[in-house]
C-alpha cells in the first residue's frame, strides 16, 4: 500500500483498519476501528480531511478526494468518486456512483449504481436515489435492508483477508 504523508501531515489509520496493499492513503485522512479500503482505491487527503468512519468501508477502485465524511459503517461501493460530500451513517454509494461538492447523503439511503449526486443535493435518509442527475425514486424501510448491513458484512470480510494476509511472489 501506498500511506504517505503530505505537507507534514500524515495519515492516521486504526490499528483494527484494514487497507489493503494496493491502496493509496495521502495525506490528512483518518481511518477508524474496522473501517475497510480495498484495492485500488485512493483517499487524497491533499486539500481537505478525509474521514472513514468506524466499520465504514471504501471498496476497490473507489476515490475520495477534497474534505469528504463517510460516517460509521457506510458503504462506497466500487469505482464510485465521492468528493467533497458527507455520507451518513450506514448509507450506501452504489458501484461506480459520482456525489459531488456540498452533497449530503442521509443515514440508511441509497445512491444507486451509476447515478450522480449533483453539487449542494440533499438526499434524505432511508430513500433510495437513482440517475443523472439522482432523483428520489422511493422511501425505503432500512431496518432489514441489505445496504444498511453491508458495513457489518465488510468488517467480519476484514478481518479474513488480514487473517489471510500471505504473500505469493
Known amino acids: 500500500m501506498v500511506v504517505r504523508s503530505f505537507e507534514g501531515v500524515e495519515p492516521e489509520i486504526a490499528d483494527s483498519a484494514y487497507v489493503d496493499d494496493?491502496?493509496?492513503?495521502?495525506?490528512?485522512?483518518?481511518?477508524?476501528?474496522?473501517?475497510?479500503?480495498w484495492p485500488?482505491?485512493?483517499?487524497?487527503?491533499?486539500?481537505?480531511?478525509l474521514v472513514v468512519g468506524e466499520g465504514a468501508n471504501v471498496q476497490d477502485?473507489?476515490?475520495?478526494?477534497?474534505?469528504?465524511?463517510?460516517?460509521?459503517?457506510?458503504?462506497?461501493?466500487?469505482?464510485?468518486?465521492?468528493?467533497?460530500?458527507?455520507?451518513e451513517e450506514r448509507a450506501m454509494v452504489?458501484?461506480?456512483?459520482?456525489?459531488?461538492?456540498?452533497a449530503l447523503v442521509g443515514a440508511r439511503s441509497l445512491v444507486g449504481a451509476g447515478s450522480v449526486v449533483t453539487e449542494g443535493t440533499e438526499v434524505p435518509s432511508e430513500t433510495l436515489v437513482a440517475g443523472?442527475?439522482?432523483e428520489?425514486?422511493?422511501?425505503v424501510d432500512s431496518k432489514d435492508s441489505v445496504w444498511t448491513k453491508a458495513g457489518d458484512r465488510y468488517v467480519e470480510l476484514?478481518?479474513?483477508?488480514?487473517a489471510d494476509s500471505e504473500r505469493i511472489d
Open 136 to 139: 428520489v425514486i422511493k422511501k
Open 158 to 162: 476484514s478481518r479474513r483477508h488480514s
Open 22 to 37: 494496493a491502496a493509496v492513503v495521502i495525506g490528512d485522512v483518518q481511518i477508524g476501528p474496522e473501517a475497510s479500503v
Open 61 to 87: 477502485g473507489a476515490t475520495l478526494h477534497e474534505t469528504v465524511e463517510i460516517a460509521p459503517y457506510a458503504t462506497i461501493g466500487h469505482t464510485a468518486i465521492v468528493h467533497n460530500c458527507v455520507v
Open 132 to 134: 443523472t442527475p439522482a
Open 40 to 49: 485500488n482505491t485512493t483517499l487524497r487527503g491533499d486539500h481537505g480531511p
Open 94 to 102: 452504489g458501484m461506480g456512483a459520482v456525489v459531488l461538492d456540498d
